[in-house]
C-alpha cells in the first residue's frame, strides 16, 4: 500500500486558523462505514449518535507549553526548543531549530536566566537530549516561558492557552492535542451522560511522531515514535461492559482508539495498564474494541489518515473528504469534526 493513496487536495484557505468562539458550534460529518453515505450536521448534533449503553472513550491528556525559545549563551542566537519526552531527572528529548547550533555542550538562555538548558546528545533523527537547570519548579516555569506547541500550518500564536486544551484534560504530558476531543462542552458530557452513556477516560501522552509525515513510499517501511499510555480499571471495566452488552464502545479522536486497540487483549477486552505503544493502524487492521469514531479531518498521505481509512474503507473516507472541501468544511486542528458510525 503506497503513501500516495492516502493523498487528497486541499485548499489552503480551509485550513482553521483559529478555533470557534462556541467548541460544539463545529461542523459535524457523518459517515457511514459501510455504505460512504454522508451527512452534515452540527457538533452538538452528536448527541443524537449516541445510545444508552454507549462508552465514549476520551484522552484526559493535557498538552504541556512545550515550545521555548531562547538565546544562545555567548552568541545571542536565537534557538527554539520543543519538549517532546521526559527521560529521566531533568533531561529531555527535544526537538531544536537550527539544529546546526545546538551541537552537544551548547548552552541555551531562557527568560533571562529562569531556566537554562544544556545539550548533551544527539539522538533518533536528530532530535537533541537537554538538561535543564533552574530554581524552583519547573511545571511553574514552563507555565510561565513556554508557548503551545502549535502545528506548523497555524501560523500565530494562541491568545487563550486553554483553547488548545480539551475541557477534561488532566493529565500534563503530550506535545500536541488530542483535538477531536476539543469540540466538546461540559454541558454537551453532561447531556451525553444523562442519556445513560458512559464516559471512560483514558490517557495517551501525544509525541509529534503521531503527525510526523509518512517519508517512504510503502507505508509499511514507516516507524511509529512510542507514546505513553495508561487505562485504570474503571475505564476498563466501562469499556468491558460496553462490549459485553453489545453496546458499542466509540472513542473521541485518533489517540483514544490507539490507547485502547494497544491495552486490548486478542478477544478484544481490556485490564488496567499503561505502557508505551507504537501501534500503527491502516486498511486491514481488524479493530477489536472501537466501534465508532469521532475525529477531525487529518492531512494527506498522514498516519491518521490511514487509521480512519483502516475504519471506514479508504474509497468511503476520500470521497467523504472531497465532499467536505467541496462543503467548505474547516481542517485540521482547530477545524471541523467527524463522526464515523
Given at each position: ?29 457523518v459517515?457511514d462505514?459501510?455504505?460512504?453515505a ?10 443524537e ?17 512545550a ?38 555542550g ?16 544527539i539522538v ?6 537537554v ?24 501560523s ?23 483535538t ?19 464516559i ?51 472513542c ?8 485502547v ?19 500503527f493502524?491502516?486498511?486491514?487492521y ?32 476520500l470521497?467523504?473528504?472531497k ?19
Amino acid at each position: 500500500m503506497k503513501r500516495q493513496d492516502f493523498y487528497y487536495e486541499l485548499p489552503e484557505e480551509l485550513i482553521a486558523q483559529d478555533p470557534l468562539e462556541d467548541r460544539s458550534s463545529s461542523r459535524l460529518l457523518v459517515l457511514d462505514k459501510q455504505s460512504g453515505a454522508v451527512s452534515h450536521h452540527v457538533f452538538k448534533d452528536m448527541v443524537e449518535y449516541l445510545h444508552e449503553g454507549d462508552c465514549l472513550v476520551i484522552n484526559d491528556t493535557k498538552v504541556i507549553p512545550a515550545r521555548l525559545i531562547g538565546e544562545k549563551v555567548g552568541t545571542g542566537a536565537k534557538i527554539e526548543i520543543l519538549l517532546l519526552k521526559r527521560t529521566e531527572n531533568n533531561i529531555w528529548e527535544t526537538l531544536v531549530k537550527p539544529g546546526k547550533k545546538a551541537k552537544p555542550g551548547t548552552k541555551i538562555n531562557f527568560g533571562d536566566g529562569l531556566l537554562i538548558g544544556e545539550v548533551l546528545d544527539i539522538v533518533e533523527e536528530g532530535n537533541r537530549l537537554v538538561q535543564f537547570a533552574f530554581e524552583g519548579i519547573f511545571e511553574e516555569i514552563l507555565d510561565r516561558l513556554g508557548q503551545m506547541p502549535l502545528p506548523p500550518y497555524i501560523s500565530h500564536q494562541l491568545e487563550d492557552k486553554n483553547r488548545y486544551q480539551t475541557v477534561y484534560a488532566k493529565h500534563t504530558g503530550s506535545a500536541a492535542a488530542p483535538t477531536a476531543g476539543l469540540h466538546f462542552t461540559p454541558e454537551l458530557l453532561d447531556e451525553i451522560q444523562k442519556k445513560g452513556v458512559d464516559i471512560a477516560r483514558v490517557t495517551l501522552h501525544v509525541g509529534l511522531g503521531t503527525f510526523r509525515p509518512v517519508k517512504v513510499d510503502e507505508i509499511t517501511d514507516h516507524h511509529m515514535h512510542s507514546e505513553f499510555f495508561q487505562i485504570e480499571e474503571e475505564s476498563a471495566e466501562k469499556i468491558n461492559r460496553a462490549k459485553d452488552s453489545g453496546n458499542r464502545v466509540i472513542c473521541v479522536g485518533t489517540t483514544s482508539c490507539r490507547t485502547v486497540e494497544s491495552a486490548a487483549d486478542e478477544n478484544g477486552r481490556l485490564k488496567p495498564r499503561s505502557g508505551w505503544t507504537e501501534i500503527f493502524i491502516y486498511p486491514g487492521y481488524q479493530f477489536k474494541v472501537l466501534d465508532c469514531l469521532i475525529t477531525n479531518f487529518h492531512l494527506p498521505e498522514s498516519t491518521l489518515v490511514m487509521l480512519v481509512s483502516a475504519l471506514a474503507g479508504r474509497e468511503h473516507v476520500l470521497n467523504a473528504y472531497k465532499e467536505a472541501v467541496e462543503e467548505k468544511y474547516r481542517f485540521f486542528s482547530f477545524g471541523d469534526a467527524m463522526f464515523i458510525q
